[in-house]
């Protein structure tokens, strides 16, 4: 019933969290509807993220290979870590522009209780840190996963502090 570049659009976009197949049936219809000048804007949009990589140090999106604007800064805070969830949770740290330090992206934190072998190599990359604050999000389940991350931590950092602001308030910053 759909054509073929339909649901292929659908397939894809259907894959993307909080969007299943119904709202990516929508977006693909709207996205057809805007016209063929649109439909290429995003699609190059899309192909752009190919060109992105990963930095060494804190795991964020980043322009090329090697570090990020923000662990190149010689005016950040080498003794002191964010470890955040997601890179949004970064930008909207970023965004308040009241810590100096640097960051490390964990990714997303799975609800079984448990890090990833992923997670557990990503927190032993943070070295020189003597202070580390788990800005996860306030609830039971950033509670749970900031205790483990905490025990994972015990030995290599002297001080783990949590109670960042709030990441819902700062984004609404």
């Known amino acids: 019933m759909l054509p073929d570049p339909i649901k292929k659009f659908v397939d894809a976009f259907a894959k993307l969290p909080g969007i299943g197949p119904r709202q990516a049936t929508r977006l693909a219809f709207h996205v057809f509807s805007q016209g063929k000048a649109e439909v290429a804007d995003l699609s190059s949009a899309v192909a752009g993220l190919s060109v992105l990589a ?15 604007s ?16 997601k890179e949004t949770d970064l930008i909207s740290l970023e965004k308040a522009k009241k810590f100096d ?3 490390l ?6 609800k079984d209780g448990f890090l990833t072998n992923a997670q557990k190599l990503r927190l032993r990359t943070i070295k020189n840190a003597e202070e580390v604050i788990l800005a996860m999000n306030p609830t039971t ?5 900031a ?4 025990q994972e931590l015990k ?3 002297k ?8 990441i819902n308030y700062l984004a609404s910053l």
């Open 54 to 68: 990963i930095c060494q140090s804190c795991f964020t999106t980043n322009l090329s290979e090697g570090l990020c």
């Open 70 to 85: 923000i662990c190149s800064n010689p005016q950040r805070r080498k003794d002191l870590v964010a470890i955040v969830e």
């Open 101 to 103: 330090g640097r960051y």
């Open 105 to 110: 992206v964990l990714g997303e934190l799975k």
């Open 141 to 145: 389940y950033g509670d749970i996963n």
């Open 147 to 150: 205790t483990l991350i905490a």
């Open 155 to 157: 030995e290599s950092v």
């Open 159 to 166: 001080k783990i502090a949590s109670g960042m602001f709030r």
